[in-house]
C-alpha cells in the first residue's frame, strides 16, 4: 500500500477536546494544517477552542508567535460533535481520548470504516498498548502511537510508538509528521509504558514513597531532582501537573504488566481517594488555590 508523505497531510481530525487534543489541534493548525477538533460534549469542545485561542494570544503577548500566524492557526481549527464530519476526507487522525482501552478500542473501529486507505491512524496513549487498540482497527497496518506531552504546545518531544502490526511506512509517516509540527520525535517498540512513561512512573512512585516514609519532603525531593540532576520540574510537581489519578491508573497497568517494582504507594492511593488529584482539584502535594 502507498503511503503519502508527511508534507501531504493537509487535513486532519483530533478525537477528544480535553488537555491533551486541544493541545494536538493547536500545533497542527500551527503547521499549516486544516484541523477539526471532535469531541461527543459540546462545551468539552467550546472550551478546548477556548484554550486554543486564549494560548495563541498569550503566545503573542510573549511575543513567541506573530499576530498573523495567530490569525492563520484559528482560521484552520473549528470543533464538532459530529465524528463522521471530522474524519472526512482527512488524511491523519489523532484520538487523544481518557486512557480507557475499550473506549480507544470503539473509536478506532468506528474511524477506521470512515476514513481512506492511507489515512495515518494515531492513538496518543501513554501506556496503553497500541497493538491491542490497532486490533479494533480495520487496517491495524497504520496505527501508531503518537504520545504528546503536556502542555503541548510547548513540550517538545513525541513518543513514536510502533506495535508489531504496524507497518514500518506508517511508522516513518508519523516520525516525519512529528518533524513537520517542530516537535523531536523518538522511535519506540510497543511496551508497557513505552519509554517516558516507564521511567517517569519509575521515578515518580519513588519520590512519593520518600515521602511517605519520611525521608524528605516535598519541596526538598523536588529540589533534589531539579538542582542535583537537571530536571526542568520535580518529579512531584509533574505528578500534580499530570493528575494523580492518571499516575495511579498508569502504575496499576505496569505493576500488572511488569511487576511489583511499580506498585504505587498507599499515599497516592489515599491522596486519590480524598481526591486530590493535583492541580485540576487545586490540592495534590501542592497546594494550587
Known sequence: MATIQ??????????????????????????GIETRLFDVDPGAVERGLGTVRSNLAKGVARGKVTAEQEQAALALVQGTTDMARAVQDVELVIEAVPEKLELKKSIFSDISAEVGATTLLATNTSSLSVADIAAAARSPERVVGMHFFNPVHIMKLVEIVRAETTEDQFAQLA???????GREPIDVRDAPGFASSRLGIAIGMEAIRMVETGVASVEDVDKAMVLGYGFPMG??????????DVRLSIAEYLTRELGPRFEPPQLLRQRVADGDLGKKTGRGFYDWT
Open 6 to 31: 508527511a508534507t501531504d497531510i493537509e487535513r486532519a481530525a483530533v478525537i477528544g477536546a480535553g488537555t491533551m487534543g486541544h493541545g494536538i489541534a493547536q500545533i497542527l493548525a500551527m503547521t
Open 175 to 181: 516520525l516525519d509528521l512529528a518533524r513537520r509540527m
Open 235 to 244: 518529579p512531584l510537581k509533574l505528578t500534580d501537573l499530570v493528575g494523580l
